[in-house]
C-alpha cells in the first residue's frame, strides 16, 4: 500500500499520472526491480488503493443487519469511505486522474468486476435472484455500472451529496426491479 500511497501522492503534485516507475521509486526509497515485482506495469499502482476501498465497501454490505434497508446500506458502502476519510478533494482530483487516463480507467473499471460476487451474495440474501447465473448476477452488474456512473459525475460536478443522491437513485431503482424472496 506504502508504494501505492507514494505513486497517488506522486500523481496529485504532478497534476498527471505521466510519472515515472523510477520517480515513484525514488519516492518510497525502492529499486525499480522491487517495483516490477509487485506491479508488472507501472499501471498496476493504483490496484491497492481500489482494493482497499472495494474491500470497505464489501465489509460494509456483510456487516449490515439483514433487516436493513437494502437501498441505505448500498449507498453507504459505496459512499460512505470518502467522506469519513476527510480528503474529498484530493480523491476526486485522484479519480479524475483514473477516469480520464485510458490505461488507469481500465484499472478502475477491472476492479469494478472484482465486487460482483459479494454484491450478488448481500442482494440474494434479500431477494430471489434465481438460478440462471445471467440474471442473478445482473442486479450486481448494474449497482456496479451505478457507482461507476455516480463517480464521474461526481468528478464532473464536484458536488458530494449529488454523488449520494444519484447512487440513492439507481439503489432504488436496480432493488426495485427484485423480487423478494417466496413473492
Do not use: N
Not at 506522486?10 to 498527471?16: E, N, P, V, W, Y
Not at 516490477?36 to 456483510?62: A, C, N, Q, W
Not at 476492479?111 to 430471489?128: C, K, M, P, V
Amino acid at each position: 500500500m506504502h508504494i501505492a500511497l507514494a505513486a497517488r501522492d506522486t500523481f496529485l503534485a504532478d497534476g498527471s499520472t505521466s510519472a515515472t516507475v523510477e520517480r515513484i521509486c525514488e519516492a518510497v526509497g525502492i529499486a525499480p526491480r522491487t517495483f516490477h515485482r509487485y506491479f508488472p506495469v507501472k499501471e498496476d499502482v493504483v490496484m491497492p488503493l481500489f482494493r482497499e476501498f472495494g474491500r470497505l465497501s464489501i465489509e460494509t454490505l456483510r456487516d449490515a443487519a439483514p433487516d436493513s434497508d437494502t437501498v441505505e446500506v448500498l449507498v453507504a458502502a459505496f459512499s460512505t469511505e470518502v467522506p469519513r476519510r476527510g480528503r474529498m478533494e484530493i480523491d476526486r482530483r485522484f479519480m479524475a486522474m483514473m477516469i480520464s487516463d485510458p490505461q488507469y480507467r481500465l484499472r478502475w473499471l477491472d476492479w469494478g468486476q472484482d465486487l460482483i460476487a459479494s454484491i450478488t451474495e448481500f442482494l440474494a440474501a434479500r431477494f430471489d435472484l434465481g438460478d440462471d447465473p445471467f440474471t442473478r448476477e445482473l442486479p450486481a452488474q448494474l449497482v456496479v455500472q451505478a457507482c461507476r456512473h455516480a463517480y464521474v459525475h461526481w468528478v464532473q460536478h464536484g458536488d458530494f451529496a449529488a454523488l449520494q443522491s444519484a447512487l440513492r437513485s439507481a439503489m432504488q431503482m436496480i432493488v426495485g426491479t427484485l423480487a423478494c424472496p417466496g413473492v
